[in-house]
């Protein structure tokens, strides 16, 4: 195994990492399943063994699937850009403590994040776990650009 | 040259990850293709050279430009989470042979998914190719969470 | 700190990695700016403390916040290629200057392509940014895959 996986702070990161890749790829069954069960679909072979007369209606967007579209959408704006940076901070050297508090408060934002949106909890509760997620990720960007600044 | 590009099973991730990412690049200028022969633009800079009363007209969706919008959208999706998690397994040690089964299997899914979703192959050629694609990065996160769990 | 950070060419990465995430993390206030000005929201919860009547009306699309949006899912178009590519050209060990010049390069173009769509300027510069940021990516690829090819 590599020498980086023997670093804590590393392996912390991989795991949550992996965790956050894992809720955003779960995004896409669920957008299925919406598409499925409200019968809005995006592409005519994807209604091909309906009857015809069905094929036209089922070729359309529907307010609960647009909405599972924008969580993931959301998803990839967020968890891709943690992952980067959280890549690249873990390289850095903090402490374990501190990169932990890192990637558990990004991890359980975004899974709430996911709930409040999908539940339509009223706002600010998907907001604010949007907003905490964003800083979790710039509080890694300053340590990062703080101890490796190369211009 | 970094150490991790002696080992064979990060030279073999970076081939692939380099490939599938190279492949989802060539969605824009795909989808460039579409919006000028189909003529169909999203933004009003774009058909500024046009007469004036055509430009109207130019700014609107094409079923072929959305198609190929949404395969690229679902690359995003996609190949993205298996480079991620990809190179967090590629750095568990796995066997070569395994880690490039999944390589090869990721890489030949997404490049059919492509054609199929271009080229409107009837279902379920789209829908399965998405499918292993999502197996392969489901078994490397896995190993990954089997391999370095600190939570 | 792990040894690849006393590395000269994967400090110069991490710089205009962190620099160009950063970038691409501020649309989404950006695009919350617009829908705030403009009055165009997607999700009925945001539009809750609106007096009834309103509501109905703010639920639209606002073609600048749509703008906003496609530069923001422009920038996860190239530049999460360009960081995940530009982290396996890091390793391969390139001369720090041609690094350099990659990434200086790269991250001046992303940087004008948001000024140039969000403010309307007239083609071609958005067109020339994107591509001169695209074929950065390609040049890294081509050293990655002339370097490192395990197929």
Request: with cysteine; charged share 20%; proline share 5%.
């Amino acid at each position: 195994m590599a020498k980086l996986m023997e670093d804590e702070v590393f392996m912390a990161f991989t795991t949550y990492a992996a965790i956050v890749i894992l809720k955003m790829l779960l995004m896409a069954p669920l957008t299925a399943f919406y598409r499925l069960t409200k019968g809005a679909f995006a592409n005519e072979e994807d209604v091909a063994l309906k009857p015809m007369e069905e094929r036209k209606k089922l070729l359309r967007t529907d307010p609960d699937v647009e909405r599972v579209r924008r969580c993931h959408q959301n998803d990839l704006e967020n968890i891709v850009p943690f992952v980067l940076i959280g890549l690249l901070y873990a390289l850095t050297g903090p402490e374990l403590s501190a990169a932990l508090l890192h990637f558990r408060v990004f991890a359980g934002c975004r899974i709430f994040h996911t709930i409040a949106y999908i539940s339509v909890l009223p706002q600010p509760s998907r907001g604010l776990s949007w907003l905490v997620g964003v800083l979790v990720t710039l509080s890694m960007a300053y340590r990062v650009l703080s101890t490796v600044l190369v211009l």
